[in-house]
């Protein structure tokens, strides 16, 4: 017969915790839980040599202040420092076509908030590493090219292996992206779709200084993002229809930068391709929850959307640090962790932020992908009055920066 109170003795003792997915979410995820004390493995499908690769593939990540704190916190943040890009100026414009970027239509300047900074750029070939040797550091157990084939949730949560080994734990958490296998076999289903839309990411360098700022500009087929990395180099989001990402990402380098050259402009000088070019589908995905018992989701696999605002990666970091609030404080009364009833706190923190956020991606996305007159008269206007209004301007900085809602503590000052 089970008996509730036995099982929480037995979790409060051995609090041991297994993520699947090895991705930056589930490192990051992995080191914080490590820190709090936690035993904690990952069960990671890709090989060591694959996630440690050093060499530049123009991959980077745009973190919001509150992202370097919490990574700050987690004691990553240090190895990545001398290689990461403050992002001292935002500026939001609008373009058609074949133009370039037409005038800017929002500033923002990071001295109008007191934090610093707004976010970094950080290259993957930093970040990776620096997650990989803190979770070496921390006594994480990355189980490393092996994936689970079944997964049992009752008194325990168990896994088998693609190695046919079982492991056993208090609590599994699925970071493996969009299409979850951790959250199917739980039974849970998504709310979904895609926008006929590619974002085509790469690297450029440049002639002259970026300053700092970052660029989005508006294109009728998707934005068009360009973030200051170290040195004279920024990373490129392209997005475009699927069709016309396609043709851009079979083209030969000289080719795809002459594509790009009448989109991006020509107020950073000459641009050259630097490192290998990256097609990702956009769409919107959200589980119909996060948790169940001795289950929760996190990063993509809860909630996956358009990288419009950036805020993807950012996103699954504030999953990060509730989850990791909410078990430390279950642990700290006693609690089991792997009950769901503690689960439903983090599933309660993070499920409006979430759906704010996948709504207003999928808004903005709908509203500027086009050249409509119309749409074009109305979102230029309505930017216009952020931009013009100093209190809607530094709401808006705040949001980018990661610091509005109900901050967890390790993103906290």
Known sequence: MDNPRLDAIVHFMTPSIMIVGGGLTGCALSVALARAGFAVTVIDSAPLSERAAEGFDGRSYALALASQRLLRRIRVWDAVADDAQPMLEIKVTDGRAGEGPGGWMMHFDHAEIEEG?????????????????????????????????????????????????TVEGSLLI????????????????????????????????????????????????????????????????????????????????????????????????????????????LGLTIAERFVDARLALVGDA????????????????????ALVAVLSEARARGEDIGALQVLDRYQTWRRFDTATLAMATDGFNRLFSNDNPLARGLRDLGLGVVNAVPGLRRSFMREAAGLSGDLPPLMRP
């Open 117 to 165: 900074p707004m976010g970094w750029m950080v290259e993957d070939r930093h970040l990776r590493p620096a997650l990989l040797a803190a979770m070496a550091e921390a006594g994480v157990t990355h189980r490393a090219e092996e994936t689970v084939t079944d997964q049992a949730l009752g008194r325990s949560a168990g896994v088998t292996l693609g190695s046919g080994e």
């Open 174 to 281: 699925g970071c493996d992206g969009r299409g979850s296998g951790t959250a199917r076999r739980a039974g849970i289903g998504r709310m979904a779709w895609g926008y006929d839309q590619t974002a085509v990411v790469c690297a450029v360098a440049h002639e002259l200084d970026h300053g700092g700022i970052a660029h989005q500009f508006f294109m009728p087929g998707g934005p068009l993002a360009i973030l200051p990395l170290k040195g004279r180099r920024c990373s490129i989001v392209w997005s475009e229809t699927t069709a016309r990402a396609e043709a851009l990402l079979a083209m030969e380098d000289a080719d795809f930068v002459e594509a790009l050259r009448p989109a991006f402009g020509s107020f950073l000088g000459e641009i050259s391709l630097v490192g290998a070019r990256f097609g990702y589908p």
């Open 302 to 321: 809860a909630h996956g959307v358009h990288p419009i605002a950036g805020q993807g990666l950012n996103a699954g970091l504030r999953d990060v640090g």
